[in-house]
């Protein structure tokens, strides 16, 4: 669901706004986090068989830092703050699709 459908719902419903509910669009962000997914997009994944998605390699960060003119050290710590979380939520997420997947062969 959309934040403009969300929206219209809430319309026709009479209900009030809850904005913990309401699904978020990109200009409800900072710019900082869409540059932010601009650079955990560009950063390599690290896979490995049997394993999976084990995160992201860093090793060009200093480039894509460059590249999207972050230089002041407090927005790269907050950009490493939350390319760290987007991080860890994308190996989460493989890991329960990569067990469920397992899970699924042990049933066959």
């Known amino acids: 669901m959309t934040k403009d459908q969300y929206l219209r719902m809430v319309e026709q419903t009479g209900e009030e706004i809850d904005w913990e509910r309401c699904p978020p669009e990109w200009e409800d962000f900072p710019q900082s986090v869409a540059t932010a997914m601009e650079i955990f997009n560009g950063l ?9 998605y084990i995160g992201k390699d860093f090793t060009n ?3 894509l830092y460059e590249l999207h003119d972050i230089s002041n050290p407090k927005e790269k710590d907050w950009t490493l703050e939350l390319l760290l979380f987007l991080e860890g939520k994308a190996v989460d997420r493989s890991q329960k699709q990569l067990k469920a ?3 699924k062969a042990k049933k066959k």
């Open 44 to 52: 390599g994944d690290k896979i490995y068989p049997e394993i999976g």
């Open 61 to 63: 960060i200093d480039m």
């Open 101 to 103: 997947e397992y899970e």
